[in-house]
Every structure is written in structure tokens, then in C-alpha cells.
């Protein structure tokens, strides 16, 4: 392909997150409730391209540094714009709009306490956010991020699984439900599409070592956390417009904890990081980004036009900050 054959990767690329969200929707449909696929489905589909690009990057001994900037525009871009957009489209209301003067049914009590234990998910969802970029950004004062360090951020992110296994678990028990045999095609697909992700991961790391300098070559973090990004904007975007927003906001935060802390931790398993200079302004502003989220969810249930608008613009700093500035 010459010339064409970065662009085919792409495509491929793309067309591997298309083939996750078919078979995630697939899965919604067949009973996984939203904040569970949000929480423990989600994340592991949309942050497999990140985990890769760490694993080949710890394979091939790329640049550590590379690694966390590639998490951080990850996570900074999902809890900024990903999640921003939508709200200003959409509007993101995690609980739904109350009707005046309405005679509450057995029906629509139900569906209202389904929508309140899907914020109490969410804000703790955000909270686990904040204290795995709080522990990180802690990690990385001194400039560094080593094994004892990458050893601490793996072993918080697994307790964390493990308490949401569990959860889900004793959810079926008491509702008395079983996964259908059907995800497990589904399943199937999803490594199918992961193996995708893998192989044009692979092919771009490699080709981007031949390029003698340049933008692409520089900055290959930024694109490749950009790159890594698609997956989620696609979700936030069909999700967003087929009114499902607890799965926008599920989605885009678990996704962080693939990125921080398993990514970094996992990566300084392997090779000590430096910390770059962009990092103490890039955590800042993912936890105002994580707080201003807490406050409107706890306060109204819904993201505002006028919040997504500031996280917009925040990510707009972010960007000017570490990449122009």
C-alpha cells in the first residue's frame, strides 16, 4: 500500500472499535444492566487499545514517557470532551426528567430506582477517579514511577475489579438471573476485534520508529492516546444519541481505570517512567474535571450544557499546555 498503508491501519483500526460496539450493544440487550457493562465490560474493550500500546511499547523498549502521556490524553480527553459533547448536544440526565401532577405507578417507581442506584454507581465510579489519579499523581512526585510504584497501582486496580465481580455476582443472585449463552459469541467477536486492535497497534508503533523526526514522530503519545480515544467518542456518540447516558458516563469513566492506574503500573512493571512536565497540569485538570462531574450529578442527576461547555474549554487548555504551548 506505500503511502496508504498508515491510513489502512487506521481503518482497520476504527472498523475493530465499530465491531466492540455492535457486540457491546449486543450484550446491553441481552440483560447486562448499563452500569455493569459500563463499569466491567466497557472499560476493558475501549481501554484494550491503551493496554497494547503499553504492552508493545514494554516489548519493543519504547519510551516510558511516551506511555503516561498516552494514558493522561486518554483520560483527560474522555472526562473533558468525550463526555462534554454529548452534554451540550444531548444533555447527559443520569436520572430521568420528573413529570409534574403524574400519578407514579408501580412501573415507573421501579424504573426510578433503577435510575437512582445508576448514580450512586456512577459517583462511585468517580470517586474511585479520583483517589487512582490522586495515588498516582502522589507516585510521580518524585519525577518517577518504578516498579514498587507500578506493583502499588496493578494491585489497587485488581481489589477493584474484584469488588465489582463481586457486586454483579450478588446482583444475580438476588434478582435470580444467569448470562445467556449468547455472550459468549459475543465474547468471541470482542477478541476478534481485539486482536485487530493489537496487530494495526503493532504495525503503527513499528512504523513510527523508521520516521526521522517530524510531529508524528515526537509526539506519539499525544496520537496515540488521540488514536486509542475513537473507541470511546464512538460509544459516547451512539450511546448519547439512543439516550443512554449511564452508559456514556460508566464507559468513559471505567475506561479511565485501564489507563490509570493498570496501564502506567503495568508498563513500570517493566521500565521505570519519567514523569514528563505536563503531568501535574494534565492531573489537575482530570481532577477538577472529575469533581465538577461529582458536584452536578450528586446536586441535579444530569450534566449541563453550560458544564460541558467548560469542560470543553478545559481540554482546550490541556491541549495548548502540553502539546503547543
Sequence with gaps: MGAWAPWLMVGIFIAASLLTVWRLESMSSDGLEGTVLGTLVTPYITGLPNLIFAYVLARTGGSATEVLTNCLVNNVTNMTLVLGVPAVIWSMNVLPQKSGGEKKSAKSKNASHTHEVNRLSLLLTLTAVLFFTGTTWALGKDGTINFMDGAVLVAIFLFWQCFHIFEVLKSNVRQNKSLKWMMMVDFALLLIGGYFIYATTDWLVEWTKHLKGGFIANNIGWLSGWLDVLPNALLAIYYGWTRRPE??????????????????????????????????PGVLILIGATLLHFFFITAFGKLPRLAGLALIAAYGYFVYTGLLK
Excluded at 464507559?251 to 505536563?278: N, R, W
Design 247 to 280: 452508559i456514556v458516563y460508566t464507559s468513559q469513566v471505567g475506561d479511565g481505570h485501564i489507563c490509570i492506574p493498570l496501564c502506567i503500573g503495568f508498563y513500570a512493571l517493566f521500565k521505570t517512567i519519567e514523569v514528563p512536565a505536563f503531568f501535574q
